[in-house]
């Protein structure tokens, strides 16, 4: 079958090196999906969305990937700083204003 | 513009009371949503409330409630408070359903 990448709670990268953040949602009807990072005393601050026409959108050094048929969303991050280091979520919105939020990944990135 | 805001930042509370919590959303913004954050079960899904009105709820017991002005603020309730209430709340507002929200930085709440 087809392969995904794990959900892992923490990720550690060198400096300059591309991240990637996996997400494994849970409802198909879901339609539209958010990533969003959380730094250290600070409420989560959107990154970027996709809704569940595409499959792919970029943003600045960030692009997010999604997978319907195995309900895989992963964020990846270019060139890797360190003020990229915090909490990534992600958000799958099922219905009328309700995110149901992922687990979350602490990323650290080394300089 | 200004960005969501929570009040009070801080909170402490002994076992029994009750507490409210204020979210104003950034301007024009007519949804907003409460969430409670704790380091074992992440974030949860509270309520959700647009033009006065609670669209959605989560599974949390009645005593935890809502409300929302007609200028789109919002307030949450938590009556006799337990232990484990103790959390980080947070509201975040959007223009509406399926565009990303806003999330204030929270309100810190510690029951004793």
């Known amino acids: 079958g087809e392969s995904v990448g794990l959900h892992l709670p923490t990720l550690s990268v060198q400096e300059g090196d591309n991240s990637i953040i996996n997400c494994a949602y849970s409802?198909?009807?879901?339609?539209?999906f958010i990533w969003y990072k959380q730094e250290s005393g600070k409420g989560p601050q959107f990154i970027i969305d996709i809704r569940s026409n595409m499959d792919k959108r970029q943003g600045q050094r960030v692009t997010v990937l999604l997978n319907k048929t195995v309900k895989h969303l992963s964020l990846q991050i270019a060139a890797t700083q360190p003020g990229d280091s915090a909490v990534y979520f992600c958000a799958e919105n099922t219905n009328a204003g309700k995110s149901t939020f992922g687990d979350g990944t602490t990323l650290t990135v080394k300089p | 513009k200004a960005g969501v805001t929570q009040t009070p930042r801080y909170l402490i509370k002994t076992r029994g009371q009750q507490v409210t919590l204020s979210c104003s959303p950034i301007?024009?913004?007519?949804?907003v949503s409460w969430y409670q954050q704790t380091p074992g079960q992440g974030l949860q899904f509270l309520f959700e409330y647009f033009s006065e009105t609670q669209r959605n709820k989560g599974n949390f017991p009645g005593r935890f409630s809502g409300r929302q002005f007609s200028n789109s603020r919002s307030e949450m309730n938590v009556s006799t408070l337990e232990l484990g209430d103790s959390a980080l709340y947070l509201c975040?507002?959007?223009?509406?359903?399926?565009?990303?929200?806003?999330f204030g930085s929270g309100t810190r709440l510690t029951v004793v």
């Open positions: 409802n198909s009807a879901s339609d539209y």
């Open positions: 975040a507002s959007s223009l509406d359903n399926n565009y990303g929200y806003t």
């Open positions: 301007s024009g913004h007519r949804s």
